[in-house]
């Protein structure tokens, strides 16, 4: 799996991307929406070693964990995951950035090269993704992508350990093949 957009390469993980990958995932600011971490060094070796591996050789491939490289800097800056049903026809999308690359529309650009490899690619007739309701800035970033908002789900997320409830409600959000080649076609008449 390898795709360049502008300002990055979206390509498989690797074990020699600790360091850039351990800098967020440990860091509780980059995982407090997430259902990890922070993570330990353990805990980021078993993921890029064991985890990222077995999920690429599987077959057939559910899972795709996609690196995002900044091209000027090759640095390692985040991560988009997308977990295929067993019909392989839609998948459940999520992300991470390094909040240092935060707000450069970062994020944006790796989601619509990784929509382009589900849609073009793999052929996946839709792609759904839940978002944390505190977490404005990724609802933000699925909407200028093209996901709609498809509602507000009650206590559908398990909180935190440290958190004072132990659920909290979610945005579910998707995205057709058929919307997503309408956004394409819109963009491309519009240059």
């Keep these: 799996m390898f795709l360049q957009t502008e300002r990055l390469i979206l390509r498989e993980f690797c074990a020699s991307d600790f360091e850039d990958v351990h800098a967020y995932a440990s860091d509780y600011e980059n995982v407090k929406h997430m259902m990890f971490g922070p993570n330990t060094p353990e805990q980021t070796h078993d993921y890029l070693e064991r985890q990222c591996v077995e999920e690429m050789l599987a077959e057939p491939r559910m899972h795709y964990n996609i ?3 900044e091209k000027s800097s090759g640095t390692v800056i985040g991560g988009i995951s997308f977990h295929m049903n067993w019909r392989r026809d839609d998948a459940i999308l999520g992300g991470i950035m ?58 559908r997320g398990k909180a935190r350990p440290e958190a004072a409830e132990p659920y909290f409600d979610q945005f579910g959000l998707a995205i057709l093949r058929e919307e997503w080649l309408a956004n394409q076609q819109r963009n491309h008449s519009e240059s």
């Design 67 to 69: 690196a995002l490289e």
């Design 98 to 155: 390094n909040r240092n690359f935060a707000g450069k529309g970062y994020m944006t650009e790796g989601l619509r090269g990784v929509m382009e490899i589900a849609f073009s690619q793999l052929k996946l007739h839709r792609i759904h993704a839940v978002c944390d309701v505190d977490n404005i800035a990724m609802l933000h970033v699925f909407e200028r992508v093209g996901m709609r908002n498809e509602g507000r789900m009650v206590k």
